[in-house]
């Protein structure tokens, strides 16, 4: 029973950061954007997060310091693609180069610092119950965030005016300028609001999963996010599904290296990267002919005519 | 008034030449900015960084070297981004073309084995940078799948697979227990040009590839279908160009080119597989690729001074004693400019007066 | 059923007076485009319960001008008044705040939302809550049948339009712009829109009306503004001219017609297609079903149809862009060609020119010297042993130039910089040079100006008459009646049985355009 209410803590653990920078990107993707940079600003997230609560003391601060500093890498990206209509996925290449070099610039004064990371909830006797208690009512303040997030990117795109305007401009651009809807300025939100959310999924890393900085802590979870919203046909709550199930990867992976069946190592620490192949390529077979359900628009570039 | 974008009746040649040179301009003017940030004296530190390596015979030398890997995979990239398939797990093919070239060095190290070894070696390091990369390709194809995620994916694969083979099965039982092969035996290393300098024949081979792909984009059929299929796929498939087939080919000759960098960079530089064999080559020749505008020859011009950014930000580490990292940033401020210049090619910028303003012509 | 209407109208504006002032007028309104001047002085009145139509050729500038009227482009000088009140129209929500509503050529329908999420977008503030039933009303209310939950890549065109229209009257606007609305409808679809519109101008609205079919506007329009090169050419009572009169002036002089030898003789059957059926890989694509037609040396066989129909599907089947099942059921000169590539076909002497001239028969940012080879790449000598001759492909540029009058900036320039008409005449003259045995040509004179028009016809004739076998579909039903000797129509994927031209009635063609009396008709019409 402990084993497995220990799994199922450390699963949910590894997986918020993935379900944050993820959902971050379904937005921008729903609006028509392929921003590919969520690697780069999610380690900038994290090493920012870090040196404010380092420097503060306060993970809220931290965590404020990775939100700004992902908008600001996703303002860039905005910037180019949006501003100039630049290619959108050199762009996020550009953008994860970038931001993994400013992370280490960065992080390099806190290399070796430690930090107390983030409180869990506690409800005397609620957390307690055996089993149930911990997972639902023992989680830090980034879990609860992570899903009400969630709820609340889908309560906006399918019941409010604006989410449908957003889902509008990401199906087809051409129509949504015709109709006078600002689609370049809808595009920008969406991709500050992503940035926003990869630097939160970022700052975790360091603020809550191991309260340090190491460089290049993300190790490709920016680009399992991205992988993630294809997984979740574009929906938010199969990102759900989507993120638990690559953290549950994750941890089945640290489990069976501590058992030290053998195993080399290498080769389990590559298993998040060769699941994300299998899954990418199995949800792309399994929807062969009916075809993509990505918005229509996604990473092309838009230049209204004046 | 305000700035907008309007498209060009045709693309400017002139701006075509012009915007890589005002990319590289403007992430000099950033980048004296950032050193004045990070408390360095910004002309001083520019000229260590971009200018001091140019007057010092050895550092050109180094420049060369490192410009060869960049040269062979970028122009492979070249080709992929040209038909619109966007590999970016370069880096992954170079360490595999690294472990399949150097297999053959690790297995007849001491055996006395003659001349072959090194041509072995280089048709191995293609096929294993090729094999890799058919990978993406085929799931591409067949499934659907984006190459973006998956050829980056199988990155981290490899990585991990140098690092098992060089702690495991091939370290080296004299090694004193580093993660590191035997050192490679004399006919499996790269010869040098000139007697005791580190410049070695990949330069040639680097030098010989660009003149190919010269020739291929410029004058021939299969040239001007990989640039349709890219610029317009519907015209391309109405022309009876395969875009499927397209894929895997531009997928395995950018990979047999990045492996082959991969076997001549182990071969001529490092002499023996571990697991930092690249400060992330595969990366960097995506930023080559873009600021040689996709053309072999920009991207022979292109290496060459992102090759200077890695002597440049090694030299800075030691004299201005700033982080190595401030080369990755450099390289992704300059991908940003190579391709927010780019706009000016296809698009001029207009000055829009706000609409309300207007009642006459002017 | 105005109550419906209504009941969502934006704000009670003071109402409207008949016949005192006009409820827009355009006085001196100019765009430019760098040097290029697309309307120059436009002065233009709207009164209330009119029909008005803006007639002009492709390039003439309607679409400039009502793109003006609806704010979603900004005029360069003049003025737009609204009620005699000087007005300004910065974008689409400003104009419909006035009372100006737009259905538009190319629909602005979003294809992964419902006809519900649809018709909200083009509303202002209005709560999404309800609106299914809203939506369902006023369809109902103005005989336009709406299933508000349906997704719009399921619907036909003919209902897409109508997500248009349904969405412009909820706004209750009291200006209507409707801009070519019948070119992709049937005769019998186009007639019912008209009955529409007879009772929204008897509710007082003023409609304009963008066309450049004569005779629609003669039967429907209160006044015709003619427009040519930017300019008011004329405004007058179309009732009162002759389809001719108003050709001239739109044209700005008589147009040629095209002249063919009366009597042919017809050759063996050149393209052979038995029991064709192609299912798409494209989900929202048409299935061709049973398409069995024969088309002799010398003849042109006339495809009529409603877009959307099939067409696409059948001209990449038969171009070899998509291969059928099996290989007789496509016989090009008595060889198996349904699984040959297109590279294949071309070098048993077919020819293709598909419907999009950019993007499908060029490639916009290359060169003209680089267009002729995507065609030209397999039998000539522009290509030898996998090399480019430049030199002959720049010769291939100069010779289409010279035999087709295609106008450009200079020698050779990008596909993108010539204009609709030119580039039409490129992309057709490449392929007639090279002397083709079979072409299949789909919709040859699409948004051409009437002299560039007239032209491709004339190749595409004197073509058949040298003993090609020419295939011409299109959705232009004048153009068919012109140049075939057979028609065919397609519907919903089926074809129907050949016809003389000469003898084929227009009421029938347009009912076999709707699906009635297709064998196996019924579930055929879709639109």
């Not at chain 3, 008595?334 to 070098?347: K, L």
Request: with cysteine; aromatic share 8%; net charge neutral.
């Amino acid at each position: 029973m402990e084993f497995v209410e220990a799994v199922l803590l450390t699963v949910i653990t590894a997986s918020t950061p993935l379900l944050l920078a993820a959902s971050g990107e379904l937005v921008v993707e729903r609006a028509g954007v392929l921003n590919l940079g969520v690697e780069g600003m999610m380690i900038v997230g994290g090493a920012c997060g870090f040196a404010g609560a380092y420097l503060t003391g306060s993970i809220a601060i931290g965590a404020l310091c990775g939100i700004l500093a992902g908008a600001a890498l996703s303002a860039v990206f905005a910037a180019v693609t949006l501003g100039l209509a630049a290619n959108q996925v050199a762009s996020g290449l550009a953008l994860t180069i970038l931001g993994v070099g400013l992370s280490g610039l960065i992080g390099a004064g806190y290399v070796g610092q430690k930090i107390d990371g983030a409180g869990h909830l506690y409800i005397p006797y609620v957390t307690d119950i055996p089993l149930i208690g911990k997972v639902i009512f023992g989680e830090n303040a980034f879990v609860y965030f992570s899903i009400a997030l969630l709820i609340g990117i889908w309560y906006f795109l399918y019941r409010t005016r604006a989410g449908l305007i957003l889902r509008a401009v990401g199906d087809n651009h051409a129509s949504a300028h015709a109709l006078g809807y600002p689609v370049l300025r809808i595009r920008m939100l969406a991709v500050l609001f992503g940035g926003a959310c990869a630097g939160l999924g970022g700052a975790y890393l360091p603020l809550a999963y191991t309260p340090f900085w190491v460089s290049g802590m993300t190790a490709g979870r920016g680009w399992i996010a991205l992988a993630l919203v294809v997984f979740a046909s574009w929906l938010p709550f199969r990102l759900m599904v989507g993120a638990y199930l690559f953290g549950g990867i994750t941890i089945l992976q640290l489990h069976a290296q501590a058992t030290g069946l053998g195993i080399p190592s290498q080769l389990m620490s590559s298993l998040p990267y060769l699941a994300t192949i299998l899954v990418l390529v199995a949800i792309s077979w399994v929807r062969g002919r009916r075809g993509s359900p990505a918005p229509a628009s996604l990473g092309l570039a838009f230049v209204p005519d004046r | 008034m305000r700035l907008a974008l309007e498209r060009r009746a045709e693309r400017s040649i002139a701006m075509a030449l012009v915007s890589p040179l005002i990319a590289v301009a403007l992430t000099l003017a950033t980048g004296a900015l950032l050193f004045a940030l990070l408390g360095k004296p910004p002309v001083e530190a520019l000229k260590i960084y971009f200018f001091e390596p140019l007057t010092d015979p050895w550092a050109l030398q180094e420049i060369a070297v490192k410009a060869t890997p960049l040269v062979l995979i970028a122009v492979g990239l070249s080709l992929c981004y040209l038909a619109n398939v966007w590999n970016i797990g370069a880096e992954g093919q170079f360490l595999i073309g690294a472990i399949t070239g150097g297999w053959l060095a690790v297995a007849t190290h001491g055996t006395g084995a003659g001349y072959w070894v090194l041509p072995a070696m280089l048709v191995l390091g293609a096929l294993g940078g090729a094999a890799y990369a058919l990978v993406p390709a085929v799931f591409r194809v067949r499934f659907g799948a984006s190459e973006i995620l998956t050829s980056l994916m199988l990155v981290y694969v490899a990585e991990l697979l140098l690092d098992y083979l060089v702690r495991g099965p091939w370290r080296d039982p004299k090694g004193f227990n580093f993660p590191t092969t035997a050192e490679f035996d004399a006919v499996a290393a790269m010869p040098t040009l000139i007697e005791g300098s580190r410049l070695h024949l990949g330069a040639i081979i680097a030098l010989l590839v660009v003149a190919w792909a010269t020739v291929m984009l410029g004058r021939t059929l299969k040239g001007f279908e990989i640039k349709l299929v890219g610029a317009a796929p519907r015209a391309a498939r109405f022309g009876g160009f395969s875009d499927k087939w397209l894929t895997v080919v531009t997928f395995l000759i950018s990979g047999a080119l990045a492996g082959l960098a991969g076997v001549i960079e182990v071969s001529a530089t490092v002499n023996h597989l571990q697991p930092n064999i690249s400060p992330g080559y595969g990366f960097t020749a995506i930023i080559v690729a873009f600021l040689g505008r996709l053309n072999p020859a920009g991207i022979l011009v292109a290496a060459l001074f992102l090759a200077l950014t890695f002597i440049g930000g090694e030299s800075a580490q030691i004299s201005l004693k700033v982080p190595l990292d401030l080369t990755k940033v450099f390289q992704g401020i300059l991908l940003f400019y190579v391709l927010a210049c780019d706009t000016l090619i296809l698009y001029r910028f207009r000055l829009l007066p706000a609409p309300k303003a207007v009642h006459g012509i002017r | 059923m105005a109550d419906a209407a209504l009941a969502i109208a934006s704000a009670p504006d003071k109402p409207v007076q008949p016949d005192e002032l006009p409820l827009l007028e355009a006085v001196g309104v100019t765009k430019l485009y760098g040097h290029f001047v697309a309307n120059d002085s436009i002065d233009l009145e709207i009164w209330p319960a009119e029909v008005h139509a803006l007639l002009g050729e492709n390039g003439a500038g309607k679409s400039t001008l009502v793109k003006m009227i609806y704010g979603l482009l900004q005029r360069s000088a003049g003025e737009f008044r609204w009620q005699g009140e000087p007005i300004e129209l910065p974008g689409p929500a400003a104009a419909r705040a006035h009372g100006i509503g737009m259905v538009f050529q190319h629909f602005s329908l979003f294809e992964q939302l419902t006809v519900a999420e649809n018709v909200a977008l083009g509303l202002d503030n209005v709560p999404l809550a309800g609106l299914d039933e809203r939506v369902a009303e006023v369809s109902r209310n103005y005989g336009l049948p709406l299933d508000p939950k349906r997704e719009v890549w399921r619907l036909s065109v003919g209902e897409r339009q109508r997500i248009e229209i349904v969405r412009c009257l909820l706004q209750d606007p009291k200006l209507l712009i409707l801009d070519e609305p019948t070119s992709v409808l049937t005769p019998q679809e186009a007639e019912q829109l008209f009955r529409t519109l007879r009772v929204l101008r008897k509710e007082g609205r003023a409609i304009l009306y963008i066309s450049h079919k004569l005779e629609e506007v003669r039967a429907l329009c209160d006044t015709a503004t003619i427009l040519r090169g930017g300019k008011v050419i004329a405004t007058c009572d179309p009732r009162a001219e002759t389809a001719q009169s108003l050709a001239s002036m739109m044209v700005g002089g008589e147009v040629g017609a095209v002249r063919s030898d009366g009597q042919k003789k017809l050759g063996n059957p050149r393209l052979v297609v038995r029991n064709l059926n192609v299912t798409p890989d494209d989900p929202h694509g048409v299935k061709l079903d049973g398409i069995t037609f024969e088309l002799a040396a010398g003849e042109i066989l006339g495809l009529a149809g409603v877009a959307g129909n099939g067409q696409d599907e059948l001209f990449a089947a038969l171009s070899g862009e998509v291969l059928a099942d099996n290989a007789d059921v496509i016989r090009i000169d008595n060889r198996d060609a349904g699984r040959m590539s297109i590279t294949e076909r071309r070098r048993l002497g077919a020819a293709f020119v598909p419907e999009e001239r950019l993007g499908h028969a060029t490639a916009p940012r290359f060169k003209l010297s680089d267009n002729v080879l995507i065609t030209g790449h397999a039998a000539s000598p522009m290509v030898r042993r996998g090399f480019i001759n430049r030199a002959q492909a720049r010769a291939f540029v100069d010779r289409i130039t010279k035999a087709y009058d295609v106008r450009k900036a200079k020698r050779d320039p990008e596909a993108a910089s010539l204009s609709g008409g030119n580039l039409q005449k490129f992309v057709v003259g490449r392929e007639i040079l090279r002397e083709p045995r079979l072409l299949i040509v789909s919709q040859p004179t699409w948004g051409v100006d009437a002299g560039a028009a007239a032209a491709i016809r004339q190749a595409i004739i004197d073509l058949a008459a040298r003993g090609a076998a020419v295939l011409v579909m299109s959705q232009d039903l004048d153009e068919l009646y012109e140049i075939a000797d057979r028609l065919v129509v397609i519907c919903a994927g089926r074809l129907s049985a050949p016809r003389q031209t000469r003898r084929a009635d227009r009421g029938e063609i347009g009912m076999l355009m709707a699906g009635v009396g297709m064998k196996g008709a019924g579930h055929a019409a879709r639109a």
